[in-house]
């Protein structure tokens, strides 16, 4: 691929350092994933430039004058802080008329309103919860077909945002309690859901109009006492000592052929049903009986090395700086007017 001019996009606070630094640093600061695609992007032999963004837009319109990006690399989940806005940080590129990395603008909005995104994915048969939003100064009025126990999640939150063990309610209380929190601590509206008592699937996929998906992952609670749900908790994910102590880990899940295959094909559905393009991951719970239903999808996931997505392409003969050049390529080649 010819080298490109990649105009690297972090929040600001996460500007990875320029120098080589040692593996234990690499993968444990915060900043490890924007250090893992810039150095990568260099090793292909890109010219990069790292801007990290807040609040303001001028650094990013000045770099384009000065600079001239041949694509921008996207690595932005909000903008101040907010991560709606983050969409909104994709529009303003379009305007630019730059190519970047990652999900249209359109595709991000569709997916991050968790009720919208299972609006869509019902209108097209895809399996999902049934749900009830309650939107903020509200409370719950159950439907008679939502049946206890329920799962209590923001409506456009994301990396477990307000989830833990109480989200999942058994009861009226619980229920009222818990959309409380989450109206007065997230500050959002609430999305009751049926809740999937199964196994947790992720499954990453990439591309524009041919989709490639990887092999389906699997997060597992080995250790985790059987009076706690098993869902991916704010602690889950982010505390390593808990992970530990309850034997949760990601891998390639033991799945039939058959099994895999149909996951894999509702996951390329949901992408195409919520206009997804670059790179995504999708959520999915899968029952003991095999039903699966899905969860949400998740455009431009995680992309530090080590991490799901891209261990689940490693798995697929994708190599990390493969992965990063697919991604740079797929950026090249969206056009954004056909979302018009
Ligand atoms: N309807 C559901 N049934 C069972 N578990 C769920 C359901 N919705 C969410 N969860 C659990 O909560 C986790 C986080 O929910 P998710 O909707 O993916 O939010 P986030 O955007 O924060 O990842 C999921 O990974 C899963 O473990
Ligand atoms: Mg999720």
Redesign the pocket.
Known sequence: MKPQRVLALVHKGLEPPDEKVDKTTAQTAEWRMEYDVVSTLKVLGHEVRVIGVHDDLTPIRSTMDEFKPTITFNLMEAFDDVVVFDQNVVSYLELLKVPYTGCNPRGMTLSRD?ALAKKLMAYHRIPV?DFLVVPLNARPTLPKRLQFPL?V?SLT?????G?SQA?VVANEEQLNKRVQFIHETIMTPAIV?????GR?LYVGVMGNDRLQTFPVWEMSFAKMPDNNWK???ERVKWSVKYQKKHGIDTALAGLTEDQSARVQHVAKRVYRALDLSGYARI?L?MKDNGEM?V??A?PNPQLAQGEDFAESAKRAGVSYAKLIERIINLGLQWQPSRMA
């Open positions: 968790k919860p799962i999640k939150y994301e990396s477990s945002t989830i989200s859901e049926e809740f999937i008592d947790e869902i991916a908790t959520d719970r239903f969860i949400e998740n």
